[in-house]
Every structure is written in structure tokens, then in C-alpha cells.
């Protein structure tokens, strides 16, 4: 008994802690945030590119990684970047320095859309 | 969405006794290729799966000739990790029939990512087959990178634009179109503008009563727009096809077997040597198919051979009935 009072005595400690760090994270807001957000993912799965629609900031390098059994392309409708046919594992990175709605596609199957958001 | 269509892909329209478990059968993988043969004028397809079963003195015709599809040359994942060897399977059982067909058909994705070397491969293993002309057109994995110029510059000489040609054989009009270069964001296979006015004009002079081949990779009839299986501008090129008494088109692309009769046109959807594909719908997604790898082979002759006679459709997907 005395153990699980202990155990649910350390939960509150632990969770008034993060509470208080959450806290420190929101003045720091914008340097952590800009830090965070330098890099992004999509990840292919079943054909599709998740998330479909992508907000980033400014400068953010986007890696795509392709996790079916199939190669894909990620090539840009507006021929802003084009990737090699990316086997299973493969990446792909693209960094974005304008802002911008950046619509893309495989072109091997292009039902497959997606979009990066730049602002 | 897809829920209806999935509920409207079998329906038993010509009363022929194909009802939904029959036709599941019937897709189930073949993984080898069909045998193709011309009499009186309408070509009929057999799946070499079944190749023992067969009547050879019924099934003579004026032409046969065999269809492979989808070697993949290069792809090694679970669904198949070996599929050098179920091509040359696949070659094996050609050269084991009775009647020899006089050539193959190649219907697209040779390689799995348009590598010289996967080329090699295939064109080694083709090498063993009794029949010596082999004619292609290109999937969407022989063109990667490169919109199809390594393609056509290996299988493409005395081909137009992207690598479109036709070519006669005993009184048969075989047309091979490209429709996986040059696609659109969103969209299907794609013939285009430039191949569309070819075809028209390939066609203009010749009588309504010579038997038409169709070839390419992606299904010239909308399978399942949902996946990618259908081509944009397929209508009008059928259009241009209308006068003909008797038309096939052969396809591969989807990776099993689907027959369809539309008037004068019947569809023909090959299966692949390498790996399987899910029905339509049937799958989050129409990646490979993993099957046991005890199973890989001797699901090789569970499909049923599909018989094209006359008006009946043996097995119709229509996606429009959703």
C-alpha cells in the first residue's frame, strides 16, 4: 500500500514538473519553435503521402521517406524539385526557402498527390 | 465511396452462371501469361495456368501467340524475391506447348526501376523462348526517370513518338501504345494528343473487317479509377476503332486476370510473372500482394481459363455501376 501511495505521490511531482516546463517552453515559444520546425517529414505509405498538405516555416528541409514495397517519385507540378525513383527506404530531401503552395506527385502513379505549405 | 463500387464491381449482367465466387476465382493469380489465339477473326485468350487442361485440336486458330506481363525485373521484396526465375517459368511453359506460338507479347514493366541491368536480365531469359520476336511497350517502371528514351532506344527502333507502332501478322492488325510517359498530376495513363492523331490515321485505310490487336501497359477501360487503373483518353482512341468487327485489347498493369466484352471490344487484363496485386478495393492500397512463399508457385494454377465467346462477358468490372 505504502509503495503505490509512494508511486501516485512521485505521478503528481512528475506531472506538476512538465506542467512547469511546458510552462518555461511557452516564453521560449518562438526560438523552440523555429528550432523544431527546420526539418519535416512525409512518409509514403499504401500510395499515398502523409500528410497530404504540409505547413512549414521558411528554410525547412522536408524529407520524404518511401515505405511501401513499390518505388515512387516525388516530383513538383511545377518543376520546382524532382526526386530519383525512390525504392523502399529511400529519401528524398528538398529544402524550401520561399514561401509558397508547392503542389507535388509521383509521377510513376499520379493518383498520388500532395502539397508543402511554406509561409 | 469506394464501399459502393466495391458492391458494384459483380454483377451476373449476361446471366452466364459467373457469379461472385466464380469470378473471384477466376482472379486469382495466374502469375504466368496467356496464350492468345486468333480464329475466324476473334481472338480468345488462355491462361497458361491451365495449360494441361487444354484441347489443342479446338483451340487451333489462324494465329496464336502468347502475352507476358510485368516482370518487374529487379523487385525482391517478400511478395516475390526470386522473379528471374517465375519469368523463366513463365518462358518455360510457352515453349512447352503443343502448338508454339509464333511470338510474345510484352505488355510493360519489364524492369521494376528502369535499370540497364534489369533489361539484361529479361532480355537474357526471353532469349530462351522457342519463339524468337518479342514485342513491347513500356510500363511505368521502364520509363522512370528518363520519360522512356533508355526504353525506346532499347526496344523502341522503327517506333513513332514515344515508342506507338503497328504491325501485321497473317491478316491481324496489332496497334502497341504507350500511355505511362508524360502523366499528369492526379490524373491516369495518358495516350495523348500526338498518338491519338497517329492511331486515327493508322487505322483509316484499313477494312472493317481485319481483326484489331490493341496493346499497352495500362488498361485502355476504367478497372479502377481509384488506383490508377484506367487510362485518361482511352474513349477516344476506342473511338476511332468503332468500324471494326472484331477488336482486343490486351493490357497488363493490375497484376491478374480480368476479362471484359463491350460491342466489338473485348478487354483483356494479363497477369504479372512476378508478383500478385489485390482485387480492387480489396486492399488499402494495389501494392504486391504477399503470398507464402510455399504458396507462390502453386497458386499457379488456381485460376480458371477465361473463354471469350461471342457476346458473353465472362467477368465485368464496372466501376460507372457503383
Known amino acids: 500500500m505504502r509503495g503505490k501511495f509512494a508511486r501516485i505521490v512521485l505521478a503528481s511531482v512528475a506531472v506538476a514538473l512538465l506542467a512547469m516546463f511546458a510552462a518555461v517552453g511557452d516564453v521560449g515559444g518562438a526560438a523552440v519553435q523555429e528550432k523544431a520546425a527546420t ?66 506527385f509521383c509521377s510513376i502513379h499520379p493518383k498520388m498527390t500532395g502539397q508543402v505549405i511554406v509561409q | 465511396m469506394s464501399q459502393s463500387k466495391k458492391a458494384g464491381i459483380l454483377h451476373d449482367h449476361n446471366h452466364d452462371g459467373i457469379d461472385r465466387r466464380g469470378f473471384l476465382k477466376c482472379m486469382a493469380w495466374a502469375g504466368t501469361g496467356a496464350l492468345c489465339v486468333v480464329q475466324g477473326g476473334v481472338l480468345k485468350s488462355y491462361s497458361l495456368s491451365r495449360a494441361n487442361e487444354w484441347n489443342a485440336a479446338k483451340m487451333a486458330g489462324e494465329l496464336s501467340f502468347a502475352q507476358i506481363s510485368d516482370s518487374h525485373m529487379g523487385f525482391n521484396k517478400a511478395a516475390n524475391p526470386d522473379v528471374a526465375a517465375t519469368l523463366k517459368a513463365a518462358v518455360d511453359k510457352i515453349n512447352a506447348l503443343s502448338v508454339p506460338p509464333e511470338f510474345l507479347l ?23 523462348a522457342v519463339a524468337k520476336d518479342v514485342f513491347f511497350v513500356p510500363g511505368e517502371h521502364d520509363v522512370i526517370g528518363d520519360e522512356g528514351k533508355q526504353y525506346r532506344d532499347r526496344y523502341g527502333k522503327g517506333t513513332q513518338g514515344e515508342g506507338w507502332y503497328s504491325f501485321e501478322k497473317k491478316g491481324v492488325h496489332f496497334i502497341g501504345l504507350v500511355n505511362v510517359v508524360n502523366l499528369k498530376a492526379g490524373g491516369l495513363g495518358n495516350l495523348g494528343g500526338e498518338q491519338l492523331e497517329w492511331l486515327e490515321a493508322d487505322v483509316k485505310q484499313l477494312k472493317a473487317s481485319t481483326p484489331i490487336v490493341v496493346f499497352a501497359h495500362i488498361p485502355l477501360w476504367s478497372v479502377y479509377p481509384e488506383w490508377g487503373w484506367g487510362t485518361d483518353d482511352s ?87 457503383g
Request: overall charge negative; aromatic content about 8%; glycine content about 8%.
Open chain 2, 106 to 128: 510484352h505488355t510493360g514493366d519489364i524492369s521494376h526501376l528502369a535499370r540497364p541491368e534489369e533489361f539484361d536480365t529479361v532480355d537474357q531469359i526471353l532469349q530462351g
Open chain 1, 39 to 104: 526539418n519535416a517529414e512525409v512518409k509514403i505509405d499504401n500510395f499515398s503521402f502523409g500528410p497530404t498538405a504540409l505547413t512549414v516555416p521558411v528554410g525547412t528541409t522536408v524529407t520524404w521517406t518511401n515505405r511501401d514495397d513499390i518505388p515512387h517519385t516525388v516530383v513538383s507540378t511545377d518543376g520546382v524539385f524532382k526526386s530519383k525513383a525512390l525504392d523502399t527506404d529511400d529519401k528524398f530531401s528538398f529544402v524550401f526557402s520561399k514561401p509558397g503552395t508547392y503542389p507535388y
Open chain 2, 235 to 321: 474513349a477516344q482512341a476506342l473511338s476511332y476503332l468503332k468500324k471494326f468487327g472484331s477488336v482486343s485489347v490486351l493490357n497488363g498493369h493490375i497484376h491478374q486476370i480480368m476479362q471484359k466484352v463491350e460491342g466489338n471490344v473485348t478487354f483483356h487484363t494479363a497477369a504479372s510473372t512476378a508478383f500478385p496485386q489485390p482485387q480492387p478495393g480489396k486492399a488499402d492500397s494495389p501494392g504486391p500482394m504477399k503470398v507464402p512463399a510455399e504458396q507462390l508457385r502453386s497458386v499457379l494454377g488456381i485460376t480458371d481459363v477465361n473463354f471469350v465467346r461471342g457476346q458473353h462477358a465472362l467477368a465485368i468490372v464496372d466501376s460507372q455501376l
